[in-house]
T-cell receptor, first 112, second 115 residues
């Protein structure tokens, strides 16, 4: 079975540009999570969805960040405008009900 | 308040020995799940083991076992017969099933296995 698929794997862009990260969860999973990982702050939950509906976005840093899940097989995390402090590894994870989360390989984002 | 606490930022263990990674959690809900993940230097997050709050027995998965002490709110990971490939970051996590299945991760423990 295919795991959680994230794209791109790496993204380097200049500050001020819009960045869109993409995630395809495991088929049949009803929860989708977006995380950010940095050395300073560790692994932070940004937002998560249940059946495509955002449940908790309290971890989203500010209005520059937005996430959508238009259907059960696709989600995006958008940063507009991007800033150097947004540089991090962004993980998407999915799960079925209360089962363990399965993580994608992450997107390594560098904002210059 | 911290939901998940991992007090060991880094640990060393000799190859072939057992090691215990500590994790304590904080919740007043009766229904929750506890998880351990491994993150090698390559960066991926790998699920290792799960313990449900109502499970009577400690979870085991191969060389991994979870020492679940509910009254003490601890869920320590025990790795037996350490291997060099076990060198990685290890994260403890809790799923709060009464809070819309929200997930909380600890700060992690960096394990180094010495040959």
């Amino acid at each position: 079975d295919a795991g959680v698929i994230q794209s791109p794997r790496h993204e380097v862009t200049e500050m001020g540009q819009e960045v869109t990260l993409r995630c395809k969860p495991i088929s049949g999973h009803d929860y989708l999570f977006w995380y950010r990982q940095t050395m300073m702050r560790g692994l932070e939950l940004l937002i998560y969805f249940n059946n495509n509906v955002p449940i908790d976005d309290s971890g989203m840093p500010e209005d520059r960040f937005s996430a959508k899940m238009p259907n059960a097989s696709f989600s995006t995390l958008k940063i507009q405008p991007s800033e150097p402090r947004d540089s991090a590894v962004y993980f998407c994870a999915s799960s079925l009900d209360t089962q363990p989360q399965h993580f994608g390989d992450g997107t390594r984002l560098s904002i210059l | 308040a911290q939901k998940i606490t991992q007090t060991q930022p880094g640990m060393f263990v000799q190859e072939k020995e057992a090691v215990t990674l500590d994790c304590t959690y904080d919740t007043s809900d009766p229904s929750y799940g506890l998880f351990w993940y491994k993150q090698p230097s390559s960066g991926e997050m790998i699920f290792l083991i799960y313990q449900g709050s109502y499970d009577q027995q400690n979870a085991t998965e191969g060389r991994y076992s979870l020492n679940f002490q509910k009254a003490r709110k601890s869920a320590n990971l025990v790795i037996s017969a350490s291997q060099l490939g076990d060198s990685a970051m290890y994260f403890c996590a809790m799923r709060d099933e009464d809070n819309f299945n929200k997930f909380y991760f600890g700060s992690g423990t960096k394990l180094n296995v010495k040959p």
